[in-house]
Nanobody, 122 residues
Framework: QVQLVESGGGLVQAGGSLRLSCAAS????????MGWFRQAPGKEREFVAR????????SYADSVKGRFTISRDNAKNTVYLQMKILKPEDTAIYYC???????????????WGQGTQVTVSA
């Protein structure tokens, strides 16, 4: 079992920045691929960013490319999502997840955190 706990969400004005953290515990040897997803009210959960174990491979949704950066510190069992130039449409609950595949599909991730709310005001 792997436990994931997100933190760092909050209320920010458009154009501002936030850094989300996701701390893993338990069987952290299973946290090979990590991803961030988000879900806005009335919408399906969508892919935001993903990262491989070494951090050498990353990819982003087109909507956040150039503004968000995913990174990880394996010594701390923590994954980060640095978010800059935030827009009101970034408002959502942000979830981190870990799985067996380097995937953009939520279905390929086995363990999920409880989520952290990000609200961007206009």
């Amino acid at each position: 079992q792997v436990q994931l706990v997100e933190s760092g969400g909050g209320l920010v004005q458009a154009g501002g920045s936030l850094r989300l953290s996701c701390a893993a515990s338990g069987r952290t040897s299973s946290t090979y691929f990590m991803g961030w997803f988000r879900q806005a009210p009335g919408k399906e959960r969508e892919f935001v960013a993903r990262i491989s174990w070494s951090g050498s491979s990353t990819s982003y949704a087109d909507s956040v490319k150039g503004r968000f950066t995913i990174s990880r510190d394996n010594a701390k069992n923590t994954v980060y999502l640095q978010m800059k130039i935030l827009k009101p449409e970034d408002t959502a609950i942000y979830y981190c997840a870990t799985g067996r595949y380097y995937s953009v599909s939520p279905d390929d991730y086995d363990y999920w955190g409880q989520g952290t709310q990000v609200t961007v005001s206009a």
